[in-house]
């Protein structure tokens, strides 16, 4: 006869569980006790268990965001750099896995690009407009 280490119950012999609570008798018998509310310990420096961190990585949406940019829209240069810069401070800090570090600054670059050529457009338009404004006054 076994008895639980848990609740005491009598259980025949070769029992893998305990008829009243069932306990694994065969882990319970090597001196290991299961407590069902044991918490792990907090994950250190964003490492979580299981080779996952605790944030997903942003890689794949950061490089869609600064290839559109440069071919589409340039609004979204300036979500690009930023998002990016936020995602490398995530991969420095060990919240994000540090494999997608390269698409990351892909984008961010290509973001930056975006971003400076939507500024030097918007002055070119500035300046095309007071151009002939001012030639326009002089007739």
Avoid: K
């Avoid at 080779?51 to 940019?69: A, D, F, Q, V």
């Avoid at 829209?73 to 570090?101: F, V």
């Amino acid at each position: 006869m076994l008895t639980c280490s848990t609740c005491g119950a009598t259980n025949e012999r070769g029992s893998v569980f305990c008829s009243q609570c069932a306990t694994n008798l065969t882990v319970a018998s090597q001196g290991v006790r299961y407590n069902p509310n044991a918490q792990l310990p907090p994950p250190q420096h964003g490492y979580q268990y299981g080779n996952s961190y605790s944030l997903p990585s942003r890689s794949g949406t950061i490089l869609t965001l600064g290839i559109l940019s440069l071919v589409v829209c340039g609004i979204m240069g300036p979500i690009a750099w930023a998002m990016g810069n936020e995602e490398l401070r995530r991969i420095d800090s060990g919240t994000t896995e540090p494999g997608q570090r390269g698409s990351v600054v892909a984008g961010r670059i290509c973001g930056i690009i975006a971003t400076c050529l939507m500024i030097f457009s918007a002055l070119l338009i500035v300046f095309v407009f007071a151009t002939v404004s001012s030639h326009s006054h002089r007739y």
